[in-house]
C-alpha cells in the first residue's frame, strides 16, 4: 500500500532535522550558564532561531498538504467510541502484543493511523505544534508579549509555555520513535517513510 506520498516524507524529514536541531540548541540554551554551555550560546540562540522560523514555514506547509490531499481524511475520527478505540489499541500495546494476539486495527489504505496514533499525531500537530510556535514567535517579537497574563509576567508566562511544550514534544519524539519499531520488523515503518510503501 503506497501510503507516504513524496509531500509528506520530505515534509516529515525536514521536520525531523529541525526538531532534532530545537531540541539540541534549546537544551544548551536552558542550561547554559556563564561559565558553561554545550553549544556557544550566540550560535544555539541563531541555529535555534533559524531552524523555528524554518519550523513556521514547513508547519504551513503540512497543514495545507492535509488541507487540500488526501492525507487529512486519515486524521479525522468520530468523537463517538473514540475513548473505547483508543482503549482497545492501548490494551493491545500493552498485553495483547505480547501474546500475539491480532492488532485490533490493522493498516489498511483507507487505515494508516491505529486510534492511538490518530489520537496523538492530532494532539501533536493541532495543538501542541500552533502552542509552541506561537509561544516561539511571541519570544523573538518580546516587545509583543503583554506584561502580565494570568497574574505571571507575561515573558515568564510564554516562557513558560514554551519551554513546557518543548518537553512534551521531545517527550513524544522519543515514544513516537519507539512505537515506529512496532511494525512487521523493527525496521519496516522507517522503510515507509523513506520510500512512501507499507
Ligand atoms: C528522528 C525523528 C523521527 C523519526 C525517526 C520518525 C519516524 C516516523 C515514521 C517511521 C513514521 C511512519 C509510521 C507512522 O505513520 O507512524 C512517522 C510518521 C509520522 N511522524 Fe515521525 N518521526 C520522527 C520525528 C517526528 C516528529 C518530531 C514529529 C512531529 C512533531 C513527527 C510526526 C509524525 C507524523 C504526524 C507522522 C504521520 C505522517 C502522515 O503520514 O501523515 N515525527 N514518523
Redesign the pocket.
Known amino acids: 500500500m503506497y ?2 506520498p513524496l509531500w ?1 516524507r520530505l515534509w ?1 524529514l525536514t ?3 529541525l ?2 536541531a530545537l531540541i539540541v540548541t534549546g537544551l544548551s540554551l536552558q542550561y547554559s550558564s556563564n561559565e558553561f554551555s554545550i553549544i556557544p550560546f550566540n550560535y544555539a540562540v541563531s541555529i535555534h532561531n533559524i531552524s523555528g522560523i524554518i519550523l513556521c514555514f514547513t508547519y504551513v506547509v ?1 497543514l495545507l498538504g ?1 488541507r487540500f490531499t488526501s ?1 487529512g481524511q ?2 479525522q475520527f468520530p468523537l463517538k467510541g473514540m475513548a473505547t478505540r483508543v482503549w482497545k489499541q492501548f490494551r493491545y500495546y500493552s498485553f495483547g502484543i505480547f501474546r500475539k494476539e491480532e492488532a485490533p486495527y490493522p493498516v489498511e489504505i483507507g487505515r ?2 491505529n486510534p492511538l ?1 490518530k489520537l496523538s ?1 492530532v494532539i ?2 493541532y495543538l ?2 500552533p502552542l509552541i510556535i506561537i509561544s516561539g514567535l511571541f519570544l523573538f517579537f518580546p516587545d509583543l508579549i503583554p506584561d502580565s497574563i494570568m497574574f505571571l509576567s507575561g515573558i515568564h508566562f510564554v516562557d513558560l509555555t514554551h519551554i513546557f511544550v518543548g518537553f512534551v ?1 521531545s517527550v ?2 522519543l515514544v ?2 519507539y ?2 519499531t512496532i ?1 512487521k520488523t523493527p525496521t519496516s ?2 522503510k ?2 523513506i520510500d512512501g510503501w507499507h
Open positions: 501510503l507516504y509528506v516529515h521536520n525531523a532535522i526538531f532534532l503540512y492535509n492525507n486519515y486524521y494508516k493511523f496514533q499525531y501533536i500537530m501542541m505544534m514534544l513524544f519524539m513516537h520513535i512505537f515506529c511494525g515503518n522507517f515507509s517513510m
